[in-house]
């Protein structure tokens, strides 16, 4: 193949789109996350996650025998065969179940406030937290990239486009997040419904994304009515 060939070119677009769209999950979370570090820290905080990320991706890509290997199936529970991608997505699963219900006990019982005691070591928990939500994402997202094409350098120019990507959309997310709290219980809740689909992935119990993104699509479209109506309100006032 060819740079001139346009199976090349639509294979490149195809991929990064995907990429991109499954990259939406690690967004919010990375925007939940930092939001409870200083906002001088939030920035670097991103950045160096989202790089983080980005090595990852590339190395396992660069390893497409073991990605493989990683499909096949090495237990069994409940009549269902287990493949290290399956147990990945599980533990996964399970710890954002217990990140975003924590954080929403903490926003409802007034847990911390955003920022509050934040130093190096919030900081490092951050990008630890950061990291292991990458390592889960990237699995799904470069087997998915390995299962769409076999020529690798697309496979690098998809994963780098995104990440670059959600590192230019993290920053305004976060800051819509830090100036409308209301949308961050929205961003938590999402985070549950994907731990929910990891989960069930893991169990091969799939659950089309699009459900999932219909349903958060539709949330944030009755949060964006409610945000301006109380803006029409206090001009009113």
Same mark, same amino acid.
């Given at each position: 193949? &060819?740079? &001139?060939?346009?199976? $090349?070119?639509?294979?490149?677009?195809?991929?990064?789109?995907? +990429?991109?769209? $499954?990259?939406?999950?690690?967004?919010?979370? @990375?925007?939940?996350?930092?939001?409870?570090?200083?906002? +001088?820290?939030?920035?670097?905080? !991103?950045?160096?996650?989202?790089?983080?990320?980005?090595?990852?991706? *590339?190395?396992?890509? &660069?390893?497409?025998?073991?990605? @493989?290997?990683?499909?096949?199936?090495?237990? +069994?529970?409940?009549?269902?065969?287990?493949?290290?991608?399956?147990?990945?997505?599980? $533990?996964?699963?399970?710890?954002?179940?217990?990140?975003?219900?924590?954080? *929403?006990?903490?926003?409802?019982?007034?847990?911390?406030?955003?920022?509050?005691?934040?130093?190096?070591?919030?900081?490092?928990?951050?990008?630890?937290?950061?990291?292991?939500?990458?390592?889960?994402?990237?699995?799904?997202?470069? *087997?998915?990239?390995?299962?769409?094409?076999?020529?690798?350098?697309?496979?690098?120019?998809?994963?780098?486009?995104?990440?670059?990507?959600?590192?230019?959309?993290?920053?305004? @997310?976060?800051?819509?997040?830090?100036?409308?709290?209301?949308?961050?219980?929205?961003?938590?809740?999402?985070?549950?419904?994907?731990?929910?689909?990891?989960?069930?992935?893991? $169990?091969?119990?799939?659950?089309?994304?699009?459900?999932?993104?219909?349903? @958060?699509?539709?949330?944030?479209?009755? +949060?964006?009515?409610?945000? &301006?109506?109380?803006? !029409?309100?206090?001009? !009113?006032?």
């Amino acid at each position: 193949m &060819t740079l &001139t060939d346009p199976q $090349l070119w639509a294979s490149l677009l195809t991929l990064t789109a995907l +990429e991109i769209v $499954l990259g939406i999950d690690n967004i919010i979370f @990375i925007a939940v996350v930092v939001a409870r570090l200083p906002r +001088e820290m939030q920035a670097k905080a !991103r950045m160096i996650g989202l790089t983080g990320a980005l090595v990852f991706r *590339i190395i396992l890509l &660069t390893t497409l025998v073991w990605i @493989i290997g990683l499909t096949k199936p090495i237990a +069994e529970l409940w009549g269902v065969q287990l493949s290290w991608r399956d147990i990945i997505l599980f $533990l996964g699963g399970l710890f954002l179940l217990w990140k975003g219900t924590g954080e *929403i006990h903490d926003a409802v019982e007034g847990g911390e406030e955003e920022g509050a005691g934040a130093g190096k070591a919030a900081f490092g928990a951050a990008i630890l937290q950061i990291m292991l939500l990458d390592v889960i994402f990237s699995v799904d997202s470069v *087997i998915t990239a390995v299962g769409m094409t076999d020529i690798v350098p697309v496979m690098i120019a998809a994963v780098i486009i995104a990440v670059v990507v959600m590192m230019v959309a993290s920053g305004p @997310i976060s800051d819509f997040i830090h100036k409308h709290p209301t949308t961050k219980m929205l961003g938590l809740s999402f985070l549950l419904l994907v731990g929910v689909a990891l989960i069930a992935d893991g $169990l091969h119990f799939h659950i089309p994304r699009a459900y999932l993104y219909f349903a @958060i699509a539709f949330s944030a479209a009755v +949060e964006a009515l409610n945000l &301006t109506a109380g803006r !029409r309100r206090h001009r !009113r006032v």
